[in-house]
C-alpha cells in the first residue's frame, strides 16, 4: 500500500509566478490536509478537504492560494503571483476519518527566487 | 489557536528518560503525537482521545488530562532513534493545531 505521494518534491519559481503542489492521499483515504512549515519551525494548518468539499480552510489566506480535491485525481494546492515569503514546505497528510492518525506525505519544498 | 509545548529543546544521554508536555487554552477532542526527523515528513505516534482511548506506539506512552486541556508524552530508556522533533497536535472540530514542537537529541 503505497503511502501518501506528494509532487513535486521540490519546485522553484520567479516571483510572480503560479505554484501548483499535488498530493496523493494513502489508499482508502478520503481526507486530505495541508500545512507549512519553515525551517526550524512547526508545521502550520492551511487547509482540510473532503473528496469534492473544502471543510475548513482558516489557516489559509484568502488571497493567492486555493486548493481542491476533486472526485478523480490528486488534491491540489495553489499559489498564484508567489512572493519570496512563500517558500517553505509544504506537506500534505491524509487520514480515513476525521480525526484519526494524519499520514504525511513527503513534503513539497517551494523556492521562490 | 496553537498548543503551547515545553520544553522547547532536550538534550538526553542513551537510557535516560525525557517527558514532553503539550497544553491548550481551549476543549480538545483529541490530542496527537508526532515526531519529524531532520528533512523528513512527520510520522505518527500516538493518539490521545476523550474518555481515556489511546492508539499508537508501544514503547512511547502519554497521557491526557482532559479537564487541564494538557497531555504528556513519556519517552523512557531513549534511544538514539528517538532524536528529532516532537510535535503534539490538538484536534477541535474540523481542524488540527500543532505547537512550534519540542528538539530532543539524544547522545551515546
Known amino acids: 500500500n503505497a503511502g501518501v505521494m506528494q509532487n513535486p518534491r521540490h519546485l522553484v519559481r520567479r516571483r510572480g509566478q503560479e505554484a501548483r503542489l499535488r498530493c496523493s492521499p494513502m489508499?482508502?483515504?478520503?481526507?486530505v490536509y495541508w500545512y507549512r512549515q519553515l525551517p526550524e519551525e512547526g508545521l502550520k494548518f492551511m487547509v482540510y478537504l473532503q473528496k469534492e468539499n473544502i471543510i475548513d480552510e482558516s489557516g489559509m489566506p484568502k488571497e493567492r492560494f486555493s486548493a481542491e480535491f476533486p472526485k478523480e485525481g490528486p488534491s491540489i494546492l495553489r499559489i498564484q503571483q508567489v512572493v519570496r515569503g512563500d517558500s517553505a514546505a509544504y506537506f500534505c497528510?491524509?487520514?480515513?476519518?476525521?480525526?484519526?492518525?494524519?499520514?504525511f506525505g513527503p513534503g513539497t519544498r517551494l523556492t521562490v527566487t | 489557536q496553537q498548543p503551547v509545548q515545553s520544553p522547547q529543546a532536550v538534550i538526553l544521554r542513551e537510557g535516560e528518560d525525557a517527558v514532553i508536555n503539550c497544553s491548550s487554552s481551549k476543549a480538545l477532542y483529541s490530542v496527537h503525537w508526532y515526531r519529524q526527523k531532520h528533512g523528513e515528513a512527520p510520522v505518527f505516534l500516538m493518539i490521545?482521545?476523550?474518555?481515556?482511548e489511546q492508539k499508537g506506539h508501544e514503547k512511547i506512552s502519554a497521557s491526557f488530562n482532559e479537564k487541564k486541556q494538557q497531555s504528556s508524552l513519556y519517552l523512557t530508556a531513549s534511544q538514539l532513534s528517538y532524536s528529532g522533533t516532537y510535535f503534539c497536535g490538538t484536534e477541535r472540530g474540523n481542524d488540527m493545531r500543532f505547537g512550534a514542537g519540542t528538539r530532543l537529541t539524544v547522545k551515546p
Open positions: 497528510a491524509s487520514s480515513i476519518r476525521r480525526g484519526d492518525e494524519q499520514y
Open positions: 490521545l482521545l476523550k474518555g481515556g
Open positions: 489508499k482508502g483515504h478520503s481526507h
